[in-house]
């Protein structure tokens, strides 16, 4: 699911400190935000819009759920998030023992909702909507165009992006897909998305050593009519070390740098060996 | 975090799944005397990497004299670039059949997944390359758990010397422990039948989720930290993930996909970079502290600090930048590139107080790191 301008979201810990932050840009970027969450504060009013006890509470009122949790909480939220109706949960959080992960896949399963993350800075779809931590309003960075990108990185997404603006091309979803091993939406899946979104015609993909993220991608990209190309991070750093990301590790020559190179051009998918060459080849 | 062999097994045995008898020791003379105790055993090195057998860090002694020997030998021996300093003495048992059990997180299913194989032992992957079947795998559904009957599930048509129940046990008593610790993988490699008719596990690995740490305070203590320099001591104890790498560009950036990307743009423009060390997160408020230790590293050249900031505000790194920049005047050159939120007032806050001007575009700034660093 690609967020859109008429979807509803929930702020989970709307009143804390990055939660009001980033709540105030995503409402000035003209995304919907009809409520938050905080158990302490439910029946108060913030940033205009109602605080409820749980997202249970606020069902039928919003579309999307954005976590704004700390890491030893987020179980509760996620699993609220998924039993109070929401279709799509961004989980920005990072560092949730893998175990509560794992048991919030299963709640979203069981009520058919989507996680995006854990452990992503969000989605944005410049001159539309915008919901988690990428600086969107920031128009140096983000503005419309027709390139999909999709990220496990959240920084990285953001030099991507640079790059594009900076040769005069734009973004039509900037999609991070999340740094950690177990994440809901993985990608492939986000890459399934823009090949069938009628606002992308090119994609590129910014991935990382460890997993099988892109090799899984390069799989579904063999059958794509659209171009794709490549950028993945890790090709100078040592094997068997986590790269800050828990998903960002090659151990026994699985998820290294080379395989996934490999994995992508057999598919036809352009890999660059640094990100500024990524504008060239979507132009080429 | 990885737990030796020594520190795994009190687990299964807090969850009912038995072990041999065994006494950790550190010299020659103690294991003489732990055989003695014991009996006939094992001589085992205790290191966290695998393939000890075949390194010669796991022999049989029948005697304390021969255990006394083996220990000598074993002691002090390199295994996977660890020096062995712990041996576990083992009483040995009287093995007919040796099986293999896991559990682990599986990035697939999102969920846990149990894994069994019959043809346990040293080359159970290789076994497992060879002939797939040899591996049999079972997804859980982490709200419903394991029982019985999926645990046998599990086991159905295999050659168990008739003992399936008590393998199936093992195995829901396995998955309890796996949930119990907050366990990444659990795995027994061996798990024994023995010619009189028990079930025991030979050998233990248990890695703890890291991000489960925090509320595994008493159990983490058990584990074995990483191999760390000093540094990369010193900043884990900041809350920063540093790895030196022995180049001589050094390298500050948020997030761990622009820090991987920043140490693959040096490569690529012909330098080196002289380490991993990202401050994104929350950890972005850290920049000063991760500066100061960024810096005690002798042999860096010049300095690249790349900010493409999302939730990590680049005003709020710059300026710990300049704080550190300020408070030691480092004699080497640095290179700024910074986007992203808030990079109007970071650039203009080192334009103002260090006279530098930030480049453009990354690979402008990655050049002149690495041209500044020959």
New interface residues.
């Given amino acids: 699911m690609i967020p859109r301008k008429e979807h509803r979201i929930l702020i989970q810990g709307i009143t804390g400190k990055q939660g009001t932050f980033w709540t105030e840009k995503m409402i000035g970027y003209g995304a919907t935000v009809t409520g938050g969450v905080n158990p302490r504060k439910a029946g108060t009013q913030h940033l205009g819009v109602p605080v409820h006890a749980t997202a249970k509470e606020a069902q039928g009122t919003f579309d999307i759920a954005c976590m704004f949790i700390p890491p030893m909480m987020a179980k509760t939220a996620g699993i609220d998030a998924c039993e109070g109706g929401a279709k799509l949960l961004v989980c920005l959080t990072e560092h949730i023992p893998s175990h509560d992960v794992m048991e919030m896949h299963a709640a979203a399963r069981a009520n058919g909702t989507r996680i995006v993350g854990p452990n992503t800075a969000g989605i944005v779809v410049p001159g539309e909507t915008f919901v988690g931590i990428l600086p969107a309003f920031n128009d140096r960075v983000f503005r419309k165009g027709k390139i999909g990108v999709i990220s496990r990185s959240g920084s990285l997404g953001t030099l991507i992006s640079l790059n594009l603006v900076q040769n005069g091309m734009g973004q039509s979803v900037v999609y991070g897909v999340g740094g950690d091993p177990m994440i809901g939406t993985t990608t492939r899946d986000a890459l399934e998305m823009l090949d069938a979104d009628d606002g992308t015609e090119a994609i590129a993909i910014c991935g990382e050593i460890g997993g099988s993220a892109e090799e899984d991608a390069a799989e579904y990209a063999r059958g794509m009519s659209k171009p794709v190309v490549a950028f993945i991070a890790g090709r100078a750093s040592p094997p068997g070390k986590k790269m800050g990301h828990a998903g960002a590790i090659v151990s026994g020559g699985s998820g290294d740098y080379p395989s996934k190179r490999k994995a992508l051009e057999a598919a036809g998918v352009r890999v660059a060996d640094v990100p500024s060459q990524i504008p060239e080849m979507l132009r080429g | 975090m990885n737990f030796e062999e020594f520190a795994a097994k009190p687990l299964l045995v807090a969850g009912g799944i038995a072990v041999p008898p065994s006494q950790v020791v550190m010299s020659a003379e103690e294991a003489g005397v732990a055989a003695g105790v014991i009996g006939p055993c094992v001589v085992k090195a205790q290191v966290p990497t695998g393939k000890r057998g075949k390194a010669g860090g796991i022999k049989l002694a029948a005697t304390p004299d021969e255990a006394r020997g083996h220990a000598d030998t074993i002691l002090g021996m390199e295994i996977g670039g660890y020096t062995v300093e712990k041996l576990l003495i083992e009483g040995q048992v009287p093995i007919s059949r040796e099986l293999y059990a896991a559990v682990l ?3 697939v299913t ?3 997944v149990v894994l069994f194989s019959p043809l346990g032992g040293m080359d159970v992957e290789e076994a497992a390359e060879q002939d797939p079947n040899a591996m049999r795998r079972m997804p859980v ?3 419903e758990g394991l029982d019985l009957g999926k645990a046998a599930s599990l086991l159905t048509g295999l050659d168990l010397d008739g003992q399936h129940d008590a393998v199936a046990e093992v195995l829901l008593r396995l998955y309890d422990v796996y ?1 119990a610790n ?1 366990a ?1 993988l659990l795995e027994i490699n061996p798990l024994v039948l023995t010619s009189d008719g028990r079930v025991i596990a030979l050998d233990c690995k248990f890695t703890l ?4 740490v ?2 595994r305070e008493e159990l983490s203590a058990q584990g074995t930290p990483d191999k760390a320099t000093d540094l990369e001591a010193e900043a884990a104890g900041a809350g920063l ?1 540093y ?1 030196e ?1 022995g180049g001589s560009v050094g390298v500050l ?9 920043t ?6 423009y012909g330098g080196q ?1 002289s380490n ?1 060390l ?1 401050i ?3 950890a972005y408020t850290k920049s000063e502290t991760a500066l100061k230790i960024l810096l005690k590293n002798p042999n860096i050249k010049s300095l690249l600090v790349n900010f ?5 505000r680049t005003d709020v790194m710059a300026g710990g930048v300049v704080e550190a920049w300020k408070a030691l005047k480092p004699d080497i050159p640095v290179f700024f590139t910074i ?3 808030g ?1 109007d007032e970071a650039v203009a806050l080192v334009k103002s107080e260090l006279g530098i001007e930030p480049f ?4 402008d700034a990655v050049k002149a790191a690495v041209e500044a660093a020959r």
């Fill in positions: 997180n599986d990035p999102c969920g846990p559904d982490i709200r949930r907050d990444e989720c890291d991000s489960a925090p509320r993930k790895i790498l950036a948020n997030g761990a996909g622009l820090t991987m990307t140490m693959d743009a040096i490569t690529h970079p991993f990202e994104g997160g929350e493409c900031g999302a939730f990590a986007h992203g939120t990079e453009d575009l990354m690979d």
